[in-house]
């Protein structure tokens, strides 16, 4: 079983920035795909950033494109997300879940959700 714990979070001013952790553990922690995702207050969970454990491949969602970028150390068990440019419409909990599937963005395909950690912008 894989558990993941999120870390980083905090407040920070328009046009900041953020670099999120998130650690994983677990004997059986081999997934294809990490993914951060974020939930705002009254809104839904919704796709931030991928990468795919072995070949590092990326993709985001084009809210955060040319602002945001995922990484993942191997060797830590550990996936990265640097956030630059925050704005408020960023305020949210993000959240780090792992897929056996490639390429996916929807949450129905991830899981072993992390506890998230909390990013506010003030503007």
């Known amino acids: 079983q894989v558990q993941l714990v999120e870390s980083g979070g905090g407040l920070v001013q328009d046009g900041g920035s953020l670099r999120l952790s998130c650690a994983a553990s677990?004997?059986?922690?081999?997934?294809?795909?990490l993914g951060w995702f974020r939930q705002a207050p009254g809104k839904e969970r919704e796709f931030v950033a991928a990468?795919?454990?072995?070949?590092?491949?990326?993709y985001y969602a084009d809210s955060v494109k040319g602002r945001f970028t995922i990484s993942r150390d191997n060797a830590k068990n550990t996936v990265y997300l640097q956030m630059n440019s925050l704005k408020p419409e960023d305020t949210a909990v993000y959240y780090c879940?792992?897929?056996?599937?490639?390429?996916?963005?929807?949450?129905?395909?991830?899981?072993?959700w992390g506890p998230g950690t909390q990013v506010t912008v003030s503007s």
């Open positions: 990468i795919t454990w072995i070949g590092g491949s990326t």
């Open positions: 879940a792992v897929s056996p599937r490639f390429f996916v963005r929807t949450v129905r395909d991830f899981g072993s």
């Open positions: 677990g004997r059986t922690f081999s997934p294809n795909t």
